[in-house]
């Protein structure tokens, strides 16, 4: 086996209902943090990243980029406390590049 690096991309939303401008193009929060994800990921085949390393995932509002003081999990009022200021929202409309700890490609 050949050692194989992933990267795996994240797109993430605010807890707001999308204007009715974007719903034309994406339905849910869902839909909108996996097109960002994917449009990245799009971005990295152009720039010639091996698509086998890549993997686009919509996270929508459910992983806010603050997070909750341990042992807290994040939950739906941690997700509204996070969206609560116009500052909150712009850190959670996001797209992270994460490159996990190798694994071993077969």
């Keep these: 086996p050949n050692n194989y690096y992933p990267i795996l991309v994240s797109g993430h939303t605010d807890d707001r209902p999308l204007p009715k401008r974007l719903q034309r193009k994406f339905r849910t929060n869902w839909h909108l943090s996996a097109a960002r994800a994917s449009s990245v990921v799009q971005r990295l085949i152009n720039m010639e990243v091996d698509p086998l390393r890549l993997q686009a995932i919509g996270m929508a509002e459910f992983s806010p980029w603050e997070k909750p003081p341990l042992p807290h999990i994040v939950d739906k009022r941690w997700i509204t406390e996070t969206n609560n200021s116009p500052e909150g929202r712009a850190s959670n409309r996001r ?9 071993m490609k077969q």
């Design 95 to 103: 797209v992270e590049i994460l490159f996990p700890k190798r694994t």
